[in-house]
């Protein structure tokens, strides 16, 4: 766990160990979501949102048989419905 303090600017340092772990340089940019009223997550925002989502999600497919299967499943569902 790393320590940190609020300034009187509100702002906070990133202490050494977490910004080599994450790779954070000077103006990264960083997202802040708060969780509860005691805790907050800092994310380093993706140089491509569409990146950083593709593939999320992927098991869920798997669950369901994978993909080609669920999608003739479907396909098939149709072609009883369109008669």
Do not use: C, F
């Amino acid at each position: 766990m790393a320590k940190t303090t609020l300034s009187s600017k509100y702002q906070i340092v990133v202490p050494k160990e977490v910004r080599r772990k994450l790779n954070l340089k000077s103006g990264t940019q960083v997202n802040v979501y708060p969780i509860d009223e005691n805790r907050a997550v800092i994310v380093k925002r993706p140089k491509s949102y569409a990146d950083a989502l593709r593939g999320l999600g992927k098991e869920v497919w798997q669950t369901l048989g994978g993909t080609e299967k669920y999608l003739k499943g479907e396909r098939a569902s149709w072609d009883k419905k369109s008669v």
